[in-house]
């Protein structure tokens, strides 16, 4: 091997709560399936919520390049918000509940597979958007979907079936809300929504397409307004998110944009990257073009 070769620091950070399956085995996986060669390794398990994030400002500072979040679409975020607009590249072994933005970028769920992946370590740019100088890099949005995500995090059980029980359970109370949006400085307009989702990647997570023809590379934001519904209507737009069509759907209003300002009647809970939060009246959302390196097939 050449001497003058010298091997890439890589940082795998595991949140051990992500996700609902057994995550013991990981740190053993990683150091035996990384490639030695090229890598010199090092395994992190986060003890609490932003963690992830302060460890990254740390050893990008100790010339670590290469971070891998171990965990789903939280995890990622608290990584990703550490590198963006540095030469930082970010790998993905997707265990979480959705994996939204790793199912988008077509890195494969299995760890093994995903490590295989990293060992090539082939990257590329790609968007994030921010909301409220927060960012996110697979979707955020305001409305029904971001109650779930709120009531979601507050119940003990994880996974796609505590998901849809909540969903069901929320939805005879929930109330829509009128908006005021201006869209890349154009004339603003009036909607109420059911729920409004500003996706950077196409998919919250588990393959439910909000924004079927989302690129995370064109510089834009995919705004998706979901119209008030009657209860029979749930089945079809389920259905027509796993399908892939849900843009197709007369209750759905679409469109693309750089930069959105948001007005609602009151302030109250969104969400980012599946993690709910409180903020005000006034939502600025903006798109920052390829500002992340990831490590893609």
């Known amino acids: 091997m050449n001497q003058l070769f010298v091997k890439k620091k890589i940082l795998f950070i595991i949140n051990p709560i992500s996700g609902t399956k057994y995550k013991g085995h990981l740190p053993e996986l990683i150091k035996d399936t990384t490639d030695s060669a090229i890598f010199e390794k090092e395994v992190i398990i986060t003890k609490y919520k932003g963690e992830a994030t302060?460890?990254?400002s740390q050893k990008l500072a100790d010339n670590y390049r290469y971070f891998v979040a171990v965990g789903g679409d939280g995890t990622v975020n608290e990584i990703a918000k550490a590198l963006i607009n540095t030469d930082g590249i970010m790998g993905i072994i997707p265990v979480g509940s959705g994996n939204g933005l790793a199912r988008h970028l077509q890195i494969p769920l299995p760890p093994e597979k995903a490590i295989q992946l990293i060992n090539k370590h082939?990257?590329?740019?790609?968007d994030y958007g921010v909301i409220n100088n927060i960012p996110f890099f697979c979707t955020c949005g305001v409305g029904f979907d971001a109650l779930i995500g709120e009531k979601f995090s507050q119940?003990?059980?994880?996974?796609?079936?505590?998901?849809?029980?909540?969903?069901?359970?929320?939805?005879?109370?929930?109330?829509?809300?009128?908006?005021?949006?201006?869209?890349?400085?154009?004339?603003?307009?009036?909607?109420?929504?059911?729920?409004i989702t500003f996706a950077n990647a196409s998919q919250y997570g588990n393959n439910a397409y909000i924004a079927p023809k989302a690129d995370i590379y064109d510089g834009k934001l995919d705004i998706c307004i979901l119209s008030p519904?009657?209860?029979?209507?749930?089945?079809?737009?389920?259905?027509?998110?796993?399908?892939?069509?849900?843009?197709?759907?007369?209750?759905?209003?679409?469109?693309?944009?750089?930069?959105?300002?948001?007005?609602?009647?009151?302030?109250?809970?969104i969400h980012y990257?599946?993690?709910?939060?409180r903020m005000g009246k006034r939502l600025e959302i903006s798109l920052i073009n390829k500002g992340l390196n990831v490590i893609i097939p």
Request: charged residues 30%; hydrophobic residues 35%; glycine residues 4%.
């Open 54 to 56: 302060e460890i990254v």
């Open 155 to 195: 119940s003990k059980g994880r996974g796609l079936s505590n998901y849809v029980r909540t969903t069901i359970q929320e939805y005879f109370d929930f109330k829509p809300e009128m908006y005021r949006l201006t869209i890349d400085n154009k004339p603003e307009f009036i909607h109420q929504a059911f729920l």
């Open 229 to 269: 519904f009657k209860l029979y209507k749930a089945p079809v737009i389920a259905i027509r998110l796993f399908l892939k069509n849900i843009d197709k759907s007369s209750l759905m209003y679409c469109a693309r944009a750089s930069n959105i300002i948001l007005d609602r009647e009151s302030e109250g809970v």
């Open 122 to 126: 082939k990257h590329r740019s790609i």
């Open 273 to 277: 990257d599946g993690e709910p939060c």
